[in-house]
């Protein structure tokens, strides 16, 4: 994942924020958040307007109540909001002589809810009635290509796109949703031509529509992974240049749109390819040319400052990646195995995790850190807790002896599997160009550096078990 913005994506009438994930049962015990009138009173309009503002008024109200965000809050309101939808979409489904806006009221309840073979049923029954309404007919269009494309019937999926693009109006906020699905469907059976002819419309028409977008967050978010996704189609199809192109044009997209983030996100993402296609010389003179040309795109002085510092921190982990990776030194104790060398370790995937126990984010990562040392120990992962003497523990200044009693405790009491190896002061957190934590090191079989990055995210997460599968398929 490669998410670079935080933003809450509320599901909405637009098909362009909802991700389907699994059916929600209509039986299920609905939200405690109710409608007022009595519900065999309400329209099917009326019972999808209830159901797409559910979570968007909801989380208004946790603002208001000053009540802390947090992803199971996030997920709880979600999940009540599909179960509203899906309880409305039985009911409709119920009702004699559904008119033919009911038909679109009903499919749109049950794509809210992530019924989609509903919800083609019902777009479907609604674009055979007799002129059915241009832009509801567009939506619903459109919503069935998605459809189809997650389905993987690319041939039905094209047939009502070209539809779409028959009539007028042809949203772009939609034909964005719609190249992309695409994009991803054929790329996921490996065909690069028409995955890349779509990622391209979805990347043009993500970048026209930016300005329209009611929040810039999720905007941003949409540009990254419209540009992200042609790099990622034409570096698996091994086009060096053309997914190169694909960089070049998200840093430009980052200019006209004033994102410092984003240009950064693209820069580094253009060194990081350099390096793994083993043309590092490339990689370094790109990072010392954009330190420079940052200052000629950006007119504001603060997006500037932003994007140089902000590649000055990786600078030490661009020098390392592609290396043979640096022993760990001043090592004090390492335990409960016996202390080895990195050398020794060759042939096994080795993860070096720089943690703190002070440190929340490093600890959010420990649920991640156990999956990968239970699921991938046996294929050859080696993790190691990599910490040092910070001459404190548990709120209180000790001695070296404390503080490791304390590690140790700390570790049972945390059930952590993998080895902790605490060093004497901060040389390892320079070598490796850790300052700050959780920095994730690995180290592919050969020994060399394959991956640095600070930070820990549920999409950080994602990306590392990614490389970590990626550098144990290597033999």
């Known amino acids: 994942?490669?998410?670079?913005?935080?933003?809450?994506?509320?599901?909405?009438?637009?098909?362009?924020?909802?991700?389907?994930?699994?059916?929600?049962?209509?039986?299920?015990?609905?939200?405690?958040?109710?409608?007022?009138?009595?519900?065999?009173?309400?329209?099917?309009?009326?019972?999808?307007?209830?159901?797409?503002?559910?979570?968007?008024?909801?989380?208004?109200?946790?603002?208001?109540?000053?009540?802390?965000?947090?992803?199971?809050?996030y997920k709880q309101t979600v999940l009540e909001q599909k179960q509203l939808a899906a309880k409305y979409a039985a009911i409709v489904s119920t009702r004699e002589n559904l008119a033919g806006g009911d038909f679109y009221y009903l499919g749109m309840l049950n794509w809210l809810a992530e019924n989609t073979d509903n919800a083609a049923e019902a777009f479907q029954k609604f674009l055979a009635v007799e002129n059915p309404e241009?832009?509801?007919?567009?939506?619903?269009?459109?919503?069935?290509?998605?459809?189809?494309?997650?389905?993987?019937?690319?041939?039905?999926?094209?047939?009502?796109?070209?539809?779409?693009?028959?009539?007028?109006?042809?949203?772009?906020?939609?034909?964005?949703?719609?190249?992309?699905?695409?994009?991803?469907?054929?790329?996921?059976?490996?065909?690069?031509?028409?995955?890349?002819?779509?990622?391209e419309e979805a990347f043009r028409a993500t970048k026209t529509v930016f300005k329209d977008s009611s929040s810039r967050a999720k905007a941003l978010d949409q540009l990254l992974d419209a540009g992200m996704t042609v790099f990622d189609i034409y570096k698996a199809n091994g086009k060096q240049t053309e997914a190169e192109n694909a960089l070049k044009d998200l840093r430009q997209a980052a200019v006209l749109f004033e994102s410092s983030p984003l240009y950064y996100y693209a820069v580094n993402k253009n060194i990081e390819y350099l390096i793994e296609t083993n043309r590092k010389p490339l990689a370094l003179k790109l990072y010392s040319s954009a330190l420079a040309q940052a200052t000629k795109d950006f007119t504001v002085k603060a997006l500037q400052e932003d994007v140089v510092r902000r590649l000055k921190k990786r600078e030490k982990q661009y020098r390392l990646l592609g290396e043979t990776a640096p022993e760990l030194t001043d090592i004090d104790s390492w335990f409960p195995g016996q202390a080895q060398t990195l050398a020794s370790l060759r042939g096994k995937v080795v993860l070096l995790d720089f943690w703190a126990t002070w440190c929340r984010p490093c600890l959010d990562a420990f649920p991640s850190l156990i999956e990968w040392h239970q699921t991938f120990q046996k294929d050859g992962l080696e993790i190691l807790g990599v910490t040092r003497y910070f001459g404190e523990a548990e709120g209180f200044r000790v001695d070296n002896a404390t503080e490791l009693n304390f590690l140790q405790r700390f570790k049972k009491a945390e059930r952590l599997p993998y080895d902790f190896v605490v060093a004497k002061d901060n040389t390892n957190q320079i070598i490796y160009g850790a300052n700050n934590i959780p920095t994730a090191v690995l180290i592919d079989r050969k020994g060399i550096v394959r991956y640095v990055e600070t930070g820990s995210s549920p999409n950080r997460e994602e990306e590392i078990r990614e490389m970590i599968v990626k550098l144990l398929a290597e033999k």
Request: proline fraction near 4%; aromatic fraction near 8%.
């Open 1 to 73: 994942m490669r998410k670079l913005f935080i933003s809450l994506l509320f599901l909405s009438l637009s098909i362009n924020g909802l991700a389907q994930s699994r059916r929600v049962n209509p039986n299920a015990p609905p939200p405690t958040n109710t409608a007022t009138m009595a519900t065999d009173e309400l329209t099917a309009k009326q019972m999808f307007d209830e159901a797409n503002v559910y979570a968007k008024n909801k989380f208004a109200d946790f603002e208001r109540q000053k009540v802390p965000f947090s992803d199971s809050l």
């Open 134 to 199: 241009i832009q509801k007919a567009q939506t619903a269009r459109s919503i069935n290509v998605v459809i189809a494309a997650r389905r993987k019937n690319f041939d039905e999926a094209e047939k009502i796109l070209a539809e779409y693009l028959k009539i007028e109006p042809v949203k772009l906020s939609e034909r964005a949703k719609i190249e992309s699905e695409l994009a991803k469907g054929y790329q996921a059976e490996n065909n690069f031509a028409k995955a890349a002819s779509h990622a």
